[in-house]
Nanobody
Framework: QVQLVESGGGLVQPGGSLRLSCAQS????????MGWYRQAPGKQRELVAT???????NYADSVKGRFTISRDNAKNTVYLQMNSLKPEDTAVYYC??????????????WGQGTQVTVSS
């Protein structure tokens, strides 16, 4: 079994910052790409940022220059530093990771989501 546990969401004013964390645990052999997605009410889930095992990153155009994704391979954790937050960043943020379990297959796993609300 693999668990992805997100933390760090909350309510913040426009222009503020938040840092999301996602810790992976369980019978993990190796973690490949990790990423953050978000889903606003009435909208489809969309990619926010991804990071490969080697550290290469990719961002949605809407967050470039404001958000930074990073990972700590020793802690099996991925982070999302969000600066200059806007009301349109309001959404449930989900962590995603491509993981090979011990003596098993390589699959995609999702966290339970954490709410980020940007409002004055």
């Amino acid at each position: 079994q693999v668990q992805l546990v997100e933390s760090g969401g909350g309510l913040v004013q426009p222009g503020g910052s938040l840092r999301l964390s996602c810790a992976q645990s369980g019978s993990i052999f190796s973690i490949y790409a990790m990423g953050w997605y978000r889903q606003a009410p009435g909208k489809q889930r969309e990619l926010v940022a991804t990071i490969t095992k080697g550290g290469s990153t990719n961002y949605a155009d809407s967050v470039k220059g404001r958000f930074t994704i990073s990972r700590d391979n020793a802690k099996n954790t991925v982070y999302l530093q969000m600066n200059s937050l806007k009301p349109e960043d309001t959404a449930v943020y989900y962590c995603n990771a491509e993981i090979r379990v011990i003596a098993g297959t390589r699959s995609n796993y999702w966290g339970q989501g954490t709410q980020v609300t940007v409002s004055s």
